[in-house]
């Protein structure tokens, strides 16, 4: 079974360029988290839909960072005018319905993310 | 705010060396605890969890306790193999009040194993 997918792998852009990363999810998996980590860190947390909604957008850092997920299963993080503070790897993890505080999350294997 | 702190690597052993990884964690409420583990070229996966206090996660070998009343959940395994060789994750897991269960992990500690 495929697990959850993203897209680029790697992704090399200048400083104020626009940027898409996508994640296609598990199947059936109605949750979905994207997470940023930074070199010698551990993943911080940036959004997560239910659905087709963001039930949570508290760790976008600010408005340049928006999220999507038109029909509920795959969603794309969006960065508009990157700054060299941007790079680091995107991590997107999806979990099954009712997964609740203890559900395990299923986690891609990440878009690296470097601004020049 | 939650907050997880785990020893600093990188820690190298010798096969068949006894591992420890600590792992402490601030959290309000009653949160369940995690270690995931990364092998090079490799997402983030699930190793064990433990959902309350004195609850044992375990998975291939290795073991984790959770410790409330020293907010610890330290990773242990006896023998170590070549194959165990990746960066660990501790995590806790709440409700952030905002709709979502979020993980806040900790920084990784990466382990090499030497034949």
């Known amino acids: 079974g495929a697990g959850v997918s993203q897209t680029p792998s790697n992704k090399v852009t200048e400083k104020g360029k626009y940027v898409e990363l996508r994640c296609d999810p598990i199947s059936g998996h109605t949750a979905l988290y994207w997470y940023r980590q930074s070199l010698g860190q551990g993943p911080e947390f940036l959004i997560y839909f239910q659905g087709t909604g963001a039930a949570d957008d508290s760790g976008l850092p600010n408005d340049r960072f928006f999220a999507v997920r038109p029909e509920g299963s795959v969603s794309t993080l969006k960065i508009q005018r990157t700054e060299r503070g941007d790079s680091a790897v995107y991590l997107c993890?999806?979990?099954?319905?009712?997964?609740?505080?203890?559900?395990?999350?299923?986690f891609g294997e990440g878009s690296r993310l470097t601004v020049l | 705010g939650n907050s997880v702190t785990q020893m600093e690597g990188p820690v190298t052993l010798s096969e068949e060396a006894f591992l420890t990884i600590n792992c402490t964690y601030t959290a309000t409420g009653y949160p369940s605890l995690f270690w995931y583990v990364q092998y090079p070229g490799e997402g983030l996966q699930l190793l064990l969890k433990a959902t309350k206090a004195d609850d044992k996660g375990s998975n291939k070998g290795f073991e984790a306790t959770y410790r409330k009343e020293t907010t610890s959940f330290h990773l242990e395994k006896g023998s170590v193999q070549v194959s165990d060789s990746a960066v660990y994750f501790c995590?806790?897991?709440?409700?952030?009040?905002?709709?979502?269960?979020?993980?806040?992990f900790g920084k990784g500690t990466k382990l090499s194993v030497i034949p």
């Open positions: 995590a806790l897991s709440s409700y952030s009040g905002a709709g979502s269960y979020q993980l806040t």
């Open positions: 993890a999806s979990s099954p319905p009712n997964s609740g505080v203890a559900g395990e999350l299923f």
